[in-house]
């Protein structure tokens, strides 16, 4: 398990002031502000960040130290992080995507389908995307309690029983 969580993306600038379109990742979106200071993945920038007005996809937010638009634009792209120890405990069966990239994933008869290459919700529930074994193909299985019945994070695996056909 990795101690850094990403909780937002910045967008790019919003406005002409400094403020940036920020994206939470967060399941309460207005928490991310809570979290911090936040930090990029490299810890070699950190942020206090206000939240301003929703916007489409995210927030106007100000972050401290940012006060031109070139600074803000010239942050697009970056992810922000948070400890793990700042972010709310999750119920047993909520899991935070860092935690499943990378994990293997087996079918129950032992058989490894693949790696947790990432975690995508297009709004009609989770996938998670897995690099197969020997080669650059992916799959995109659903994140459900019947296609994978069992995820283990301490013993760092995964037990998946696919839809017919997924893995042909």
Do not use: N, W
Request: charged share 20%; with cysteine; hydrophobic share 45%.
């Amino acid at each position: 398990m990795t101690d850094l969580i990403c909780v937002g993306a910045i967008a790019g600038a919003f406005g002409v002031t400094g403020e940036v379109r920020l994206k939470s990742f967060t399941a309460d979106p207005r928490a991310i502000a809570g979290y911090g200071p936040l930090t990029t993945e490299d810890g070699a920038r950190t942020f206090t960040v206000t939240l301003g007005m929703e916007i489409k996809a995210g927030f106007a937010a100000r972050l401290e130290g940012i006060e031109t638009k070139e600074q803000a634009d010239a942050l697009r792209g970056t992810r922000l992080f948070a400890p793990r120890d700042r972010l709310p405990a999750l119920p047993e069966d909520e899991f935070y995507h860092a935690d499943l990239i990378g994990l293997p994933v087996y079918d129950t008869g032992g058989v490894q389908l693949g790696v947790v290459h990432a975690v995508h919700d297009h709004g009609a529930g989770d996938l998670l995307e897995l690099h197969l074994p020997g080669g650059s193909k992916t799959a995109l299985l659903p994140f459900t309690q019947a296609a994978v019945p069992t995820v283990d994070i301490a013993a760092g695996r995964i037990v998946a029983d696919p839809p017919e056909g997924l893995f042909d």
